[in-house]
């Protein structure tokens, strides 16, 4: 009985052992090792898809090939919802999280952030005919959008039971959809990370303003599971060598310019 037994944890260890170490790896043709890269692309600037050409383009999708070239992987892109990434990193489906990801406290006990990569805040989004808001006081009892899972979602509830609560806050599977409900004039207002909503101001043209001040500020990083210790410091390295190179504000400057 203890010969079958010891047999038995041996296999189950195996078991446990083959499961922890994921997916496998992958070599490219060049020989690097592949590191799989989610995202959700309805977040312009960030990552989105190019209508030409059906691939998934962004600040964070050139700055990531970028540091991954510099610390020697080839980058797989992978399209995922913004709300599953982080589950995604934890079976192993994925390698790295680059999604515009604020950098959070309650985000750090689950993965390991790189170094921040971008200074961010949330602001408030209204529609650029509307008159009736001046103050952010004057949302109260108004309908609300947010994208799902985001620093900008928890900012608006936080937002709400200050002011006294919105007549509804709705959370989109997509930011995208947000705007497109703010400029049909569905909802009142957005709210959501600056840059992002900058880059909807632009594609919505004298549809969208802001309101008041941006609510704080918050930075982004790159994710990876939190033991992979190993890969993390090889992209804080890599986004050393891009910013010192002059690859990061060549990057910027394609994207936010």
Known sequence: MRKFNRFTYLLL?????????????TISEDGKPVITVACEPTFPPFEMIDE?????????????KAIAAEAGYAVQIQNLGFDGLIAALHTGSIDVIASGMTITEERAK?????????D???????????????????????????QIGTSGAEAAEKLGAEIGGYAK????????????????????????????NQAFAARYPGKIKFLGE?????????????????????LNAGLEKVKA????????DKYFK
């Open 120 to 146: 961010a805040g949330i602001s408030v989004a209204i529609g650029a005919d509307s008159t009736e808001f001046t103050t952010l006081e004057q949302l109260k009892g108004k309908k609300v959008a947010v």
């Open 13 to 25: 260890a195996a078991l446990v052992f083959i499961v922890g170490c994921g997916k496998k790896a």
């Open 169 to 196: 806050l709705t959370n989109y599977e997509s930011i995208s959809l947000a705007f497109q409900e703010l400029a049909n004039g569905t909802v009142d207002a957005v709210i959501n990370d600056t840059p992002v």
């Open 52 to 64: 030409q050409s059906g691939e998934i383009i962004g600040f964070d999708i050139d700055l990531i």
């Open 214 to 234: 941006p609510l704080n500020s918050e930075t982004y990083g790159f994710a990876v599971n939190l033991e992979d210790v190993e890969l993390l410091e090889a």
């Open 110 to 118: 689950q993965v390991a952030f790189t170094n921040p990569y971008i």
């Open 245 to 252: 190179s002059g690859q990061y504000d060549t990057i910027a």
